[in-house]
């Protein structure tokens, strides 16, 4: 548990957590400026800070700039606002006074007021072990149009140079990993979608340019929103690096006003030592103790009917996909696309939930009772934002997508977007999602969002503009309600893939669907940038069919079963034309996985060689008293003999036991020389060792 003081005399707030501390304080002003944060100090090391000479300032290169906990636009603050109002009267500058603040164990609250107009912020801290998160929440007696409201300004000691670590992407291509000299100026991480996007996810690392996976200190953001964002790097001449974010569309301003509050979300940060591996190891255990809603359970072992049927969906063919799933050991069967309305491709019947009553006779209540008695719980896919136009839905309420008037509507997907701002849409995609858990005895769903915003409208709305905000807090409402009104339903979010993937979601589902490329060797680099900040526990992994429908590529079925071993495993192969000899090897691999699963899904990672063309690529789990340990050749060349592979995370003192081959090593062995590799000969080789402390 973290400790909030309260310097009065210096008007200075202290929050310590387990392995940082953060301050900040109010200057002459009442503004609320950063004073440090970092590795953990006591509160008169922080008084010493406040003490020092404010440097002085010629004008035009103030040395404090860029200080501000919320910059705010107004007076000589040059800085990237994270604030920006505009009054009744076209007064655009906000002056802050401070008011009061409260502290309730680890939260904080800061409240202020502008000097003249009748608007009022709220600062919010949070500590969650070593996480930080922050949060700012406007209201007011009057209107007030807020043109960006960001969550936080964090900033950054000085340091001779910054780094920034992020990852870039598309769809089949998410979460490349990138790491680059911050340059000057101000640098944008955004999404202008609607949704969080596969061509970059909200969160940024940053160090000095000498971290490595194990060693340096490192600075991270992450935002906790799955629609529109944006974070902003600003680095300044004079040295000085923040990072400002929080929900943004371009052009968009919200109106607050009485009953009109406009709350951000969540910006968590992290200072962590011991390198990446050390920081995603903190956000790992962040996610898993504060945002997933069971993390405490093991996932599943997931059959999906998609890449077996695509839209082709009938009762019988489901049940056949069901009962060899169930011979093969898996846990939860999810049909796909294709069961509802005139669902025969993606040109028409999405918004019509009901039934196929030509592929479905008797119902869906059939299909999950032999689900349910083979075994299995039953899941079933959904796209609740999206509609056909070529569909009764559509037809009979053509006002409930995104549109502006005497423009056209640009379908993707033959797809429009559904605005889920609007209360009548709320009710309906309830109504319908309620009965359809509720009455057929629905496990899990699978949720998917497959296109962004177009013509963001929504004609006649007095202010049309909250339909960017308003839609993904309806959208959180609506699996909050039905996780509430079922208890045992479990949920995973899609976005076209891994379009839909940050800690606002996470806190309402249960898994994400990290990339529609299910190619073992492309999934790797997948993973590895996708492990920067998120936890294995969330990602949903499948072994498919060859060659891959994406890259054509064929891979062993033990290698890409290894890969997906890596996450949360699931099968999604046309498994009724499997030959007897993959049959036979997916049902001992899937009882290995089960065995090593509680390693895997709340274990510490540890990556160890990161994927590269050509290498190895290794990555250790350790939970408790065991180890599991992943190795994956790409390419072998040279006949070339393998390096062992120094391990992470054991006790020197102890020996280790392979329950495998039952040979013991000795802890410290395996730290400074390794583990013998014993991969098999030629390309994509791939081993799974287990190592259990046998000794203390």
């Known amino acids: 548990m973290g400790e909030i003081s309260h310097l009065e005399r210096h008007r200075a707030w202290v929050l310590t957590g387990e392995s940082s501390t953060y301050a900040l304080r109010l200057n002459e002003d009442d503004v609320p400026t950063h004073l440090y944060w970092g590795p953990p100090l006591p509160a008169d090391a922080v008084e010493e800070l406040i003490t020092e000479t404010i440097p002085w300032w010629d004008g035009f290169n103030d040395p404090n700039e860029g200080l501000d906990e919320l910059a705010a636009d107004g007076g000589t603050r040059y800085w990237t606002p994270a604030l920006q109002v505009r009054f009744a009267d076209s007064t655009r500058a906000l002056e802050w006074r401070y008011e009061t603040h409260e502290i309730s164990r680890d939260h904080l609250a800061i409240h202020f007021t502008d000097r003249h107009y009748p608007l009022r912020i709220t600062l919010h801290y949070r500590l969650k072990a070593d996480v930080l998160e922050r949060w700012t929440e406007l209201t007011a007696d009057a209107g007030v149009d807020v043109v960006r409201a960001d969550s936080a300004t964090w900033a950054l000691p000085l340091r001779d140079g910054y780094r920034l670590s992020h990852v870039t992407g598309r769809w089949a291509a998410e979460t490349g990993l990138q790491r680059t000299p911050a340059p000057h100026g101000e640098t944008v991480f955004a999404s202008r979608r609607g949704i969080t996007g596969h061509h970059a996810n909200p969160w940024v690392m940053v160090d000095d340019g000498t971290a490595t996976e194990r060693h340096g200190e490192i600075y991270g953001v992450a935002l906790a929103w799955s629609g529109s964002w944006r974070l902003t790097t600003t680095r300044s001449s004079t040295g000085r690096l923040t990072v400002s974010g929080g929900f943004g569309q371009d052009g968009v301003v919200h109106h607050v006003g009485p009953g009109k509050p406009l709350v951000t979300p969540v910006i968590a940060g992290l200072y962590s030592t011991g390198g990446f591996g050390a920081a995603s190891r903190a956000w790992h255990a962040y996610v898993l103790s504060d945002v997933l809603p069971h993390a405490h359970e093991l996932r599943p072992v997931l059959y999906n009917s998609w890449e077996a049927t695509g839209f082709d969906v009938s009762e019988q063919g489901q049940r056949a996909l069901a009962e060899r799933a169930a011979a093969l050991g898996v846990e939860l069967f999810v049909m796909d696309d294709g069961w509802f309305g005139a669902r025969t491709g993606d040109h028409a019947g999405l918004g019509d939930w009901h039934v196929n009553p030509e592929r479905f006779p008797d119902g869906l209540k059939p299909l999950v009772d032999a689900v349910h008695g083979l075994g299995m719980r039953f899941g079933i896919w959904v796209e609740p934002e999206m509609v056909n136009p070529d569909s009764d839905l559509y037809r009979a309420h053509p006002d409930w997508v995104l549109h502006h008037p005497h423009r056209r509507r640009s379908q993707l997907r033959n797809q429009l977007v559904l605005n889920f701002a609007r209360p009548d849409v709320q009710a309906w995609a309830h109504d319908w999602l309620d009965r359809l858990v509720g009455d057929h005895g629905v496990d899990f769903l699978k949720w998917d969002m497959n296109r962004p915003f177009s013509e963001a409208g929504w004609p006649g709305d007095a202010d049309p503009d909250r339909l960017w905000v308003e839609h993904t807090n309806a959208v959180y409402a609506l699996m909050d309600r039905l996780r509430a009104d079922h208890p045992g339903l479990r949920i995973e979010a899609c976005s076209g893939g891994g379009g839909r993937i940050d800690l606002g979601v996470l806190a309402r589902a249960d898994q994400v669907w990290t990339s529609d490329n299910t190619d073992a060797l ?47 495993l699931g099968i999604g192969g046309d498994i009724v034309r499997w030959p007897d000899d993959d049959l036979a090897l997916a049902g001992e691999l899937i009882a290995l996985y089960k065995d090593i699963r509680p390693v895997v899904q709340h274990g510490a990672l540890y990556r160890l060689r990161p994927p590269v063309d050509d290498g190895v690529t290794a990555l250790q789990y350790v ?39 039952g040979t013991t090593h000795s802890g410290a062995v395996l730290l400074a020389h390794g583990l013998p590799l014993t991969l098999p000969t030629g390309d994509f080789a791939s081993t799974v060792t287990r190592l259990s402390r046998i000794s203390r």
């Open 522 to 568: 492309d999934r790797l680099r997948i993973q590895h940038g996708y492990s920067q900040l998120y936890p294995a526990r969330a990602m949903s992994d499948w072994v498919t069919d060859n060659p891959n429908f994406v890259t054509g590529r064929s891979v062993p079925l033990r290698f890409r079963f290894h890969v997906a071993m890596a996450g949360v």
């Open 623 to 661: 939970h408790e008293d065991r180890t599991v340990v992943f190795a994956y050749r790409q390419a072998a060349h040279f006949a070339a003999p393998e390096r062992p592979l120094r391990l992470e995370g054991l006790d020197p003192a102890d020996r280790y036991l392979d329950s495998d081959s």
